[in-house]
């Protein structure tokens, strides 16, 4: 809105005569006033709640020495009555306000229970020496975008809360609310939470490949394919995220880049996101085809052999992210009403109790991970014989 004040500002000629110059008083665009006169502009279109006061108007008095009325001799006066937001709450408003904080306890929970079931999933596979092999590092550093994801997400809504839940009193709390310099660290936020995002899918697509590899039985040295791993997963999303970063700062460089004015930019991290899903889907299809082959070829009974078949289904659908397929084409700009409340809902709740699965699925409820840790106990229990026999 000020740089466009600024353009208006410098491209209009000056009238002739005594007049009150044309300024941006940190609120709204004035144009050059008529000594003696009110002077009136619509409502500035950057306030949240514009679309209620799009039609109302804010005015400023021009003296009659050619100089704008102000109060107590420095702040400006003016009348922005019919620009302020009603505190009037219509039913709907507040029923999808309620919701909307619904949806963010419910996916803060989801990423904190998260967080300390893969730090303590990540403890497991670190300390116990007898784990460590390409698999499980490949699950270790799943879990780590897994936690890296469920930080960002926290950190950057603390930062949001922070910057936006400030009171705004003065014209001075709105320069330093709209500067560059308060909006550098919800950005570094945005920046770090999609890095996340991307590196949690390659991971993804890393275990798809792995097992792929490893059920069709490909030779191949694990040793001379983990580093590749580590490219895909780790160096992959900076590929993709280094120029959505540039086309932010250079052609949307506003508040927190949570906004998508362009959603050409916003394609820049989608498209990443879309292939690697549809790949994993793929992936998938072609590795249950498999498992029902050898399911079939060992089965002993019918029911046992579906069991055994719905159990690796269920098993691999967390582990590939294969639910994000369900809502990977309906965007948040195409969904609206009821369809883009279910959306937000599934979506937010199976992104952020996700991490909790998978650590669940893959480490803890794992028969060699649980037959490592009831050795450790046992040898635990013999270095500790006095707290043992005390019990």
Known sequence: YRDECLRRMASEPYPAGLFCNRTFDMYACW???????????????YLPWFEKVKHGLVSRRCGTDGQWVTVNGSQPWRDYSQCEDELEVTAEEEGARRLMVSFKVLYTVGYSLSLLTLISALLVLTVCRNLRCTRNYIHANLF????????????????????????????ADWEALLSHEAALGCRAAQVLMQYCILANHYWFLVEAVYLYKLLIGAVFSEKNYYRLYLYLGWGTPVVFVVPWMVAKYLKE??????????????????IPILLASLINLLIFMRILKVILAKLRANQKGYADYKLRLAKATLTLIPLFGIHEVVFIFATDEQTTGI?????????????????FLVAVLYCFANKEVKSEMKKKWQLW????????CAQ
């Open 144 to 171: 780590a975008s897994f936690g890296l994801r469920a930080t960002s997400v926290m950190v950057k809504d603390a930062l949001l809360e922070r910057r936006w839940g400030v009171e705004l009193v003065q014209v």
């Open 339 to 355: 369809l883009r409340y279910v959306k937000v809902f599934f979506t937010l709740f199976l992104n952020s109790f996700q991490g």
């Open 31 to 45: 144009p050059d006033g008529s000594p003696g006169t009110t002077v009136n502009v619509s409502c500035p279109f």
């Open 381 to 388: 229990k013999l270095d500790h014989p006095v707290l043992c």
């Open 253 to 270: 460089n506003a508040e927190c880049w949570a906004l998508n004015e362009n959603m050409a930019y916003w394609w820049i991290i989608r």
